[in-house]
């Protein structure tokens, strides 16, 4: 099994906008040295939930920072952006980072940001799959026209190219049957969101597997990368109650103006996610935990999510440390 680290660069009521990067930032190269294999970086626009706007240029500092860890995003919002943009900005970072980079692409589902950037959320499907399209095909390094719904420009040559062949690694963010669906029939690997329950994923991944085997690549093909809010405490008493409000803090800065309450019945809600959605729980705990998600839905690479909420860093780097060393070994 494969691990890695996450960044939302969440903003907690108790820290400056400067802790908060040079924090996530240092425990992501922390990750380096103690031997995940990778971080993720999420992109989010206009509120506290995430102030990592920009995880291009995020990735471009942690490359300079790192050499061996491979850097993700999870994920670009692609309509934000022109995807022939996206392609040049993607493979810059291929090349400065000797070829790192894991490129995980969604349509983003947050209103809010779409209407800040004067952007149609109901629309994001089509424009999506358009944009992947292109930005497959600048990658190639051929010159090539496009006519399309959304885009449409005269022959060009997109420079530069990635390092990596054909391209960097891509995922899709899949949480609605449509997407999962889709990105099984046309062959794309796919990322697995923390919210989901893990009832959920065993669905899903039946899905993906059966459009997938339509698209002539076998099951297995692919790792595929499912995130998870991670806390290894001392006991796992110890760790739910210091784990416990920073979940509820989290679903909190989700919720504002969504129909979720998390205070309607904070105690059934984490009931749910310590079972069904997060792996929080003393060392021994984590291990089987783990090793249910493996029988349930082929686990083979967890992105651990340590420093979610409003938990301290110190503790978030504690349980990093403690991951890595008492939990991961018993999957190498």
């Known amino acids: 099994m494969k691990f890695g680290v996450f960044s939302l660069m969440q903003w907690p009521e108790d820290r400056s906008q400067s802790d908060v990067f040079r924090n996530e930032l240092g425990q992501l190269v ?5 031997g995940y294999a990778s971080a993720w970086l999420a992109e989010h626009h206009f509120s506290r939930y995430g102030i990592g706007p920009s995880i291009h240029l995020t990735a471009a500092h942690l490359a300079a920072q790192t050499s061996v860890i491979r850097i993700g995003t999870a994920v670009t919002i692609v309509p934000f952006l022109h995807p022939l943009r ?6 810059v970072l291929d090349i400065i980072s000797n070829g790192r980079i894991d490129w995980g692409a969604g349509r983003g589902y947050q209103g809010h940001e779409f209407a800040g950037f004067g952007e149609d959320i109901t629309r994001s499907h089509e424009v999506f799959r ?3 399209e292109i930005i497959l095909r600048a990658w190639s390094g ?3 026209s496009f006519e399309g719904q959304f885009f449409q420009f005269p022959e060009l040559q997109c420079l530069p190219t990635p390092v990596q062949d054909p391209h960097p690694p891509v995922w899709i963010a899949a949480l609605s049957p449509s997407t999962i669906e889709w990105a099984g029939a046309k062959g794309h690997r796919i990322l697995t969101d923390q919210f989901s329950p893990t009832s959920r994923i065993e669905e899903n991944r039946k899905l993906y597997y059966e459009h997938l085997s339509k698209s ?7 790792e595929l990368p499912t995130l998870r809010q991670v806390y290894v405490g001392e006991t796992t008493k110890k760790a739910r109650e210091e784990a416990g409000p920073a979940l509820l803090g989290y679903y909190r800065s989700l919720a504002r103006g969504a129909s979720l309450d998390p205070d309607r019945d ?10 069904e959605c997060t792996v929080i729980g003393d060392e021994g705990y984590c291990r089987d935990k783990l090793a249910e998600l493996q029988e349930r839905i082929d686990l083979d690479y967890l992105i ?4 979610f909420g409003n938990l301290p860093h110190e503790a978030s780097m504690a349980s990093q440390k403690r991951f890595i060393e008492k939990v991961a070994p018993a999957f190498s």
Do not use: M, S, T
């Open 30 to 34: 922390v990750a380096e040295e103690q």
């Open 86 to 91: 996206l392609a040049e900005e993607i493979a």
């Open 130 to 132: 358009e944009q992947l």
């Open 142 to 144: 051929e010159r090539f």
């Open 216 to 222: 002539g690549v076998e099951r297995g093909a692919y």
């Open 266 to 275: 904070p105690d059934a809600l984490l009931d749910f996610l310590f079972e």
């Open 304 to 307: 651990a999510w340590q420093n």
